[in-house]
């Protein structure tokens, strides 16, 4: 009878402790990163000179679709194996033409089996580019609406590019999701970056030309690809 109350009265063993423990600060981790995420990002034209410490803001880059003609000359140039110049003007007006829908699509009647347009919880908005002081930043607004919860979060990169095996690579010295650092959530910073930043598709001349690039560089707000 003793020995079966005291084996009645035994308590957690130390994994279920340490499990409780862990999963206690995985949840506290990301409630505090959800907090961050949907805090808003105010967006500026520069910095405030007494901004707080650890504040964030976004800057968008110019959006000049009267380049597009020049951009697509240069696209031509850069699949002909010609070095080019790129600025961002003109790869916003590119991205652009790129976001719109095809005529096609656009003249097909509406599918009414398909789900409205607002049954989508997470969509990303065009993506906007911004070169200054030879940093390249990558950003994008995604609107969510979760459980009644609506509301747009700005993801966003900067960085350069550094040569990864036979090709470039964008390599990000700062990135955040809202008002989260995502050096903070490592485990789930990749996805973001190809569900949101990085989701449109790259046309494959373009894909192909970058490739066989011989260096690629950012000076002040110029892009330069150097072909071989």
Do not use: H
Request: glycine share 10%.
């Amino acid at each position: 009878m003793i020995s079966k109350a005291k084996k009645a009265q035994k308590g957690p063993s130390w994994f279920e402790v340490l499990f409780g423990a862990l999963l206690s600060v995985a949840l506290g981790v990301v409630l505090g990163a959800a907090y961050l995420i949907t805090k808003p990002v105010q967006t500026v034209k520069e910095i405030p000179k007494d901004a707080p410490s650890g504040a964030v803001y976004y800057l968008e880059g110019v959006r000049d679709f009267n380049k597009s003609m020049v951009i697509e000359e240069k696209r031509k140039e850069l699949s002909a194996g010609q070095s080019i110049s790129v600025e961002e003007g003109e790869l916003n007006a590119f991205i652009g033409s790129l976001s719109k829908p095809s005529g096609s699509a656009a003249s097909k009647p509406a599918d009414k089996s398909a789900p409205p347009a607002d049954a989508k919880l997470i969509e990303a908005g065009t993506l906007n580019i911004r070169i200054r002081g030879g940093k390249i930043q990558f950003a994008t607004p995604v609107n969510y609406n979760i459980y009644g919860f609506t509301g747009a979060v700005i993801v966003q990169a900067t960085g350069t590019f550094v040569k990864d095996g036979p090709g470039f690579v964008f390599k990000p010295e700062s990135s955040y999701a809202g008002g989260c650092p995502l050096a903070r959530i490592l485990v789930i910073k990749d996805i973001i970056f190809n569900k949101f930043l990085f989701a449109l598709p790259v046309p494959e001349d373009i894909r192909s030309a970058w490739s066989k690039a011989s260096d690629v560089s950012i000076e002040g707000s110029t892009l330069k690809l150097k072909m071989p």
